[in-house]
């Protein structure tokens, strides 16, 4: 599945049905101008926190020294007690602060660069080298993050997927062979199965099949993606539409 990582609008999408690809093809790219904003206004709230970050740790160090000063002071008997204790909870005061504009930096930090992740993602590259089927978007509309776009599928690795009506799903099974019927083909080609939905599509209530093809055995031209043919299972009763 070709799908978006950021949502957006979709401002290219170089994808049309049958179309030969080549795995990290440029297929789709998202409108990049929102996530630049938001990046620049990411950068500006990092470098602020980073700010604040520095001036609370450049403030701490002197409440140290300072802290440690009264504390020798105290300890020769210049300075009364209240002063070092002063100090120190000044000191503990700032860490305090430093440690939450520390936090806030972390956060700030991992903005942007979560920013920066989603402006690489605008570009959609494509998963594999296949054929492009089931193109489900449109330049100009607004994707939600991973909205399908389309679907790829490897022509050297044929699959067929399938309908049978619920009430024959006991007669299928994981690894049973299936044959497969073409128009115009001199013979049938046999796949073994390899998925059984659970999930029954509405509204005619039927299980999705896939089997795997073996490709080894087709004849250059046999099958190709997006072929529509006649399954059939056991006795060959159940038979429904199928796209290798």
């Given at each position: 599945?070709?799908?978006?990582?950021?949502?957006?609008?979709?401002?290219?999408?170089k994808l049309h049905s049958g179309q030969l690809i080549k795995a990290g093809e440029l297929v789709a790219s998202i409108d990049k101008s929102e996530l630049q904003t938001e990046l620049v206004a990411a950068q500006a709230a990092e470098k602020s926190a980073m700010m604040q970050e520095g001036v609370?740790?450049?403030?701490?160090?002197?409440?140290?020294?300072?802290?440690?000063?009264?504390?020798?002071?105290?300890?020769?008997?210049?300075?009364?007690?209240?002063?070092?204790?002063?100090?120190?909870?000044?000191?503990?005061?700032?860490?305090?602060?430093?440690?939450?504009?520390?936090?806030?930096?972390?956060?700030?930090?991992?903005?942007?660069?979560?920013?920066?992740?989603?402006?690489?993602?605008?570009?959609?590259?494509?998963?594999?080298?296949?054929?492009?089927?089931?193109?489900?978007?449109?330049?100009?509309?607004?994707?939600?993050?991973?909205?399908?776009?389309?679907?790829?599928?490897?022509?050297?690795?044929?699959?067929?997927?399938?309908?049978?009506?619920?009430?024959?799903?006991?007669?299928?099974?994981?690894?049973?062979?299936?044959?497969?019927?073409?128009?115009?083909?001199?013979?049938?080609?046999?796949?073994?199965?390899?998925?059984?939905?659970?999930?029954?599509?509405?509204?005619?209530?039927?299980?999705?099949?896939?089997?795997?093809?073996?490709?080894?055995?087709?004849?250059?031209?046999?099958?190709?993606?997006?072929?529509?043919?006649?399954?059939?299972?056991?006795?060959?009763?159940?038979?429904?539409?199928?796209?290798?």
């Amino acid at each position: 599945m070709i799908s978006t990582q950021v949502q957006g609008r979709i401002k290219e999408l170089k994808l049309h049905s049958g179309q030969l690809i080549k795995a990290g093809e440029l297929v789709a790219s998202i409108d990049k101008s929102e996530l630049q904003t938001e990046l620049v206004a990411a950068q500006a709230a990092e470098k602020s926190a980073m700010m604040q970050e520095g001036v609370y740790g450049a403030q701490a160090g002197a409440l140290h020294k300072k802290a440690v000063a009264e504390s020798r002071l105290v300890a020769l008997g210049v300075s009364a007690p209240i002063s070092s204790a002063t100090a120190d909870a000044e000191y503990a005061q700032n860490g305090a602060q430093a440690g939450a504009a520390a936090a806030k930096a972390a956060e700030a930090r991992a903005n942007r660069e979560q920013k920066e992740k989603d402006l690489a993602n605008t570009d959609i590259t494509a998963p594999i080298s296949g054929v492009v089927t089931n193109i489900k978007a449109h330049e100009g509309e607004n994707a939600q993050k991973g909205a399908p776009l389309a679907r790829v599928f490897d022509p050297s690795d044929l699959i067929v997927r399938f309908a049978v009506p619920k009430e024959h799903r006991t007669e299928l099974r994981l690894g049973q062979r299936v044959e497969l019927d073409v128009e115009g083909n001199a013979r049938p080609v046999w796949a073994t199965v390899t998925n059984i939905s659970g999930v029954q599509e509405p509204p005619i209530n039927f299980i999705v099949v896939e089997a795997d093809i073996d490709d080894s055995k087709l004849a250059p031209g046999e099958l190709s993606v997006a072929t529509v043919g006649r399954v059939k299972i056991a006795d060959a009763r159940d038979a429904r539409g199928a796209k290798p």
